[in-house]
């Protein structure tokens, strides 16, 4: 991976929710998780028309290094745009590199 690349600052988020004192649950909060330097490329041509016989409607991929705990329960911010995580790849499966395919 070429750390020159990833030039893209992207914020990972999680879902908190609970409940209160009396077991009611309490709405669901974004949570900031961390913030990454990444790459950040919009699908397009071949590719898009690829990925979506795939996965519906995935039209972005963030490369970043790999971080532990990254599923696709979280969600992605970049530039102000929320992006929905639909799958997580370990590159070569080192735990070197991750690729986020997202939908946004």
């Given amino acids: 991976m070429q750390a020159g690349k990833l030039d ?6 999680r879902l908190s929710g609970g409940v209160d004192d009396w077991g009611a649950p309490l709405p669901d909060e974004l949570v900031a998780v961390g913030t ?3 790459s950040v490329q ?4 071949r590719e898009y028309l690829a990925a979506m016989a795939a996965q519906s409607e ?9 971080r532990p705990g990254v599923t696709p329960d979280l969600k992605v911010t ?3 745009k929320q992006y929905e995580i639909e799958s997580v790849i370990d ?6 590199e991750l690729v986020l ?4």
């Avoid at 893209?8 to 988020?13: P, Y």
């Avoid at 919009?42 to 041509?45: A, I, S």
């Avoid at 395919?101 to 946004?104: P, S």
């Fill in 36 to 38: 990454v330097w990444a």
């Fill in 58 to 66: 995935v039209t972005t991929r963030i490369t970043m290094r790999y």
């Fill in 101 to 104: 395919m997202c939908r946004g």
């Fill in 78 to 80: 970049h530039e102000g």
């Fill in 8 to 13: 893209q600052r992207v914020t990972l988020w």
């Fill in 42 to 45: 919009p699908l397009k041509g």
């Fill in 91 to 96: 590159t070569n499966s080192r735990g070197v």
